[in-house]
């Protein structure tokens, strides 16, 4: 739990696949895309609750959900799976998206600190985390060495 603003942030590691999630799931979803450096793409909300709930139901996929009373503000989708030449797991995010309103409150880190957790517990010898938002980069490079992450390659992308 996070107190923030005399509110308590609650996370939820989501395993029911009901309607309040698949709500929160669109709308945080629809911000997100806004920002996103897909936003060009088409956004296909049927589509993605079918991917979210494969998610919910895959061991190998964990899907968190910070609630602001019954105001979903975040949510973290992931998953571990082996590497193309490796048998060794790593742990890759899907979408990590917290609303504007509530960046800077630490709901972003405990998403993570969340992922993290749960992706070392399935044994998983990295976790690798991107960025391909259209946000700041610097800010998320501090955070993300504070907290042990090594910058790695580089993201590209060239529409067509």
């Known amino acids: 739990m996070l107190e923030k603003n005399s509110q308590v942030i609650s996370f939820e590691y989501v395993q029911d696949f009901r309607p309040e999630v698949q709500q929160a799931f669109i709308a945080l979803c629809t911000f997100a895309h806004k920002e996103s450096a897909h936003r060009h793409m088409t956004m296909d ?16 996929s964990g899907v968190w959900i910070a609630w602001d ?13 082996p590497l193309f030449f ?30 993290e957790k749960w ?8 976790i690798r985390i991107g960025q391909t938002s259209k946000l700041e980069h610097s800010a998320f490079d501090k955070i993300m ?14 529409k067509v």
């Open 45 to 60: 909300i049927g589509y993605g609750l079918k991917n979210l709930h494969e998610y919910v139901q895959s061991d190998s």
């Open 69 to 81: 009373g019954e105001q979903p503000v975040g949510f973290f989708v992931g998953k571990v799976h």
């Open 119 to 126: 992706s070392e517990s399935k044994g998983v010898k990295d």
């Open 145 to 158: 060495s504070k907290r042990g992450y090594e910058y790695v390659g580089s993201y590209f992308v060239r």
């Open 86 to 115: 490796s048998k060794d797991l790593v742990a890759v995010d899907t979408v990590w998206y917290v609303l504007p309103k509530s960046r800077g409150s630490r709901v972003g880190l405990q998403l993570l600190e969340l992922f």
